[in-house]
């Protein structure tokens, strides 16, 4: 192994910093009720490695209280969030760059004086006997417009609600759109993304079914392995699908279990970069069987994990630019390493907890790209290297100017 300390850091990184604030209107009375959700996040520095909704802060809501107030727990310093805020009979309200170590941020959102039947999204939440689900969380995702264009929910579509006690809901819908994705979540269910949903529709009825369990046994050497951070991630990640990355710790055990998964699907398991165990797992695809179903996988054979160090070289003898970084990923895995570059023409990194098998080696460096490695490697069309890696090693790479 090379290294903990990144390890280390990102574990004390993880419990984050609170985010709050107060909804009002637009006479400043609180807002009872109202959704606010952590919509995109961007790099308080340097660029990002991911797409904006992709961080793991996004897609966390709250409620407010009476008095209009929301608390999100834990969401990453290292962050500037975008927040969406809406209530029904209200104009959705968005808010961009907000910064969690700045103090309490206020959202206003507009009370509409009339709400046309027509411009409602309503429907029904049931379970697959058909009860009617309360407190089932909905937010709007993907929008399409009559004018063609493909974005989020913006400021004329509630961002997102609340089922009542019957699981009706409805969201105000003024922009003219064709239809958008509901993004439904119920404790105890599986997740689910609804496409095609219109206003001005009645009867609209979204099921819930408790989806399909993985469970299973990581063993090293015959002995249990603990403490091994996991992921498991969808295969298909087509808009209309649930793509839900997903991290579990081994039981002391080895034991790990996963529930309410979307069922009837396949999914990519895999161990994490950069972790305090010495185990890991190369990418496998398993299936997570129908409702109420259980896969147990049984005992899976770990490998002792090893680490790749990576030497960066300015084939000009320039220095590095602040924000730059190496970042290490497999296609397969929602999952990757960053590390960021220092200021200097010749350096390196290192990456610790690789399994054995194909990784890839990107180096984010403005206006420069790979031109070679040492040992050989191919790069993609994407300028990274196609790496096999089944042992430590160190690898120079050599930057030149973009073409």
């Given at each position: 192994?090379?290294?903990?300390?990144?390890?280390?850091?990102?574990?004390?990184?993880?419990?984050?910093?609170?985010?709050?604030?107060?909804?009002?209107?637009?006479?400043?009375?609180?807002?009872?009720?109202?959704?606010?959700?952590?919509?995109?996040?961007?790099?308080?520095?340097?660029?990002?490695?991911?797409?904006?909704?992709?961080y793991?802060?996004?897609?966390?809501?709250?409620?407010?209280?009476?008095?209009?107030?929301?608390?999100?727990?834990g969401?990453s310093?290292?962050?500037?969030?975008?927040?969406?805020?809406?209530?029904?009979?209200?104009?959705?309200?968005?808010?961009?760059?907000?910064d969690?170590?700045?103090?309490?941020?206020?959202?206003?959102?507009?009370?509409?004086?009339?709400?046309?039947?027509?411009?409602?999204?309503?429907?029904?939440?049931?379970?697959?006997?058909?009860?009617?689900?309360?407190g089932?969380?909905?937010?709007?995702?993907?929008?399409?417009?009559?004018?063609?264009?493909l974005?989020?929910?913006?400021?004329?579509?509630?961002p997102?609600?609340?089922?009542?006690?019957?699981?009706?809901?409805?969201?105000?819908?003024?922009?003219?759109?064709?239809?958008?994705?509901?993004?439904?979540?119920?404790?105890?269910?599986?997740p689910?993304?609804?496409?095609?949903?219109?206003?001005?529709?009645?009867?609209?009825v979204?099921?819930?079914?408790?989806g399909?369990?993985?469970?299973?046994?990581?063993?090293?050497?015959?002995?249990?392995?603990?403490?091994?951070?996991?992921?498991?991630?969808?295969?298909?990640?087509?808009?209309?699908?649930?793509?839900?990355?997903?991290?579990?710790?081994?039981?002391?055990?080895?034991?790990?279990?996963?529930?309410?998964?979307?069922?009837?699907?396949?999914?990519?398991?895999?161990?994490?970069?950069?972790?305090?165990?010495?185990?890991?797992?190369?990418?496998?695809?398993?299936?997570?069987?129908?409702?109420?179903?259980?896969?147990?996988?049984?005992?899976?054979?770990?490998?002792?994990?090893?680490?790749?160090k990576?030497?960066?070289?300015?084939?000009?003898?320039?220095?590095?630019?602040?924000?730059?970084?190496?970042?290490?990923?497999?296609?397969?895995?929602?999952?990757?390493?960053?590390?960021?570059?220092?200021?200097?023409?010749?350096?390196?990194?290192?990456?610790?907890?690789?399994?054995?098998?194909?990784?890839?080696?990107?180096?984010?460096?403005?206006?420069?790209?790979?031109?070679s490695?040492?040992?050989?490697?191919?790069?993609?069309?994407?300028?990274?290297?196609?790496?096999?890696?089944?042992?430590?090693?160190?690898?120079?790479?050599?930057?030149r100017?973009?073409?």
């Open positions: 192994m090379f290294t903990v300390f990144s390890t280390l850091a990102a574990i004390l990184a993880f419990s984050g910093v609170p985010l709050s604030g107060r909804v009002v209107d637009q006479n400043d009375q609180p807002v009872d009720g109202a959704v606010v959700k952590i919509s995109v996040g961007r790099p308080r520095t340097g660029p990002a490695l991911t797409c904006p909704s992709c793991v802060d996004c897609g966390k809501f709250v409620l407010t209280d009476a008095d209009g107030k929301f608390h999100f727990e969401v310093s290292d962050l500037f969030f975008g927040l969406t805020a809406g209530a029904l009979g209200y104009q959705g309200a968005l808010a961009r760059d907000v969690p170590l700045e103090p309490d941020l206020t959202l206003r959102i507009a009370k509409l004086d009339d709400v046309d039947p027509g411009e409602t999204l309503a429907g029904k939440v049931v379970d697959l006997q058909g009860n009617a689900i309360s089932a969380m909905i937010t709007v995702g993907t929008t399409h417009y009559l004018d063609g264009s974005t989020g929910p913006g400021r004329q579509i509630t997102a609600t609340v089922t009542d006690a019957d699981g009706q809901f409805a969201l105000t819908v003024r922009a003219a759109i064709r239809s958008t994705t509901l993004k439904v979540r119920v404790p105890g269910f599986a689910q993304d609804v496409v095609g949903m219109q206003r001005g529709r009645t009867g609209q979204i099921q819930m079914g408790p399909g369990s993985l469970m299973g046994r990581m063993l090293l050497d015959g002995k249990p392995v603990s403490g091994m951070k996991l992921g498991l991630v969808q295969m298909d990640r087509r808009i209309g699908n649930v793509v839900t990355p997903d991290e579990i710790v081994t039981a002391a055990d080895g034991m790990f279990r996963w529930d309410n998964l979307p069922p009837a699907a396949d999914y990519a398991i895999y161990s994490q970069f950069e972790q305090l165990s010495d185990a890991a797992l190369a990418v496998s695809i398993v299936t997570v069987p129908a409702d109420g179903e259980l896969a147990d996988l049984g005992e899976i054979a770990a490998q002792k994990s090893h680490g790749l990576i030497q960066i070289v300015m084939s000009d003898g320039a220095e590095v630019p602040e924000g730059s970084f190496c970042y290490l990923t497999r296609s397969k895995a929602a999952h990757s390493a960053k590390e960021p570059l220092s200021s200097t023409s010749l350096q390196s990194v290192a990456f610790d907890g690789l399994a054995t098998e194909v990784v890839e080696i990107g180096v984010r460096i403005p206006n420069y790209e790979i031109e490695s040492d040992p050989p490697s191919q790069i993609d069309l994407n300028g990274r290297l196609q790496r096999w890696s089944d042992h430590d090693e160190t690898i120079v790479i050599q930057m100017k973009r073409r």
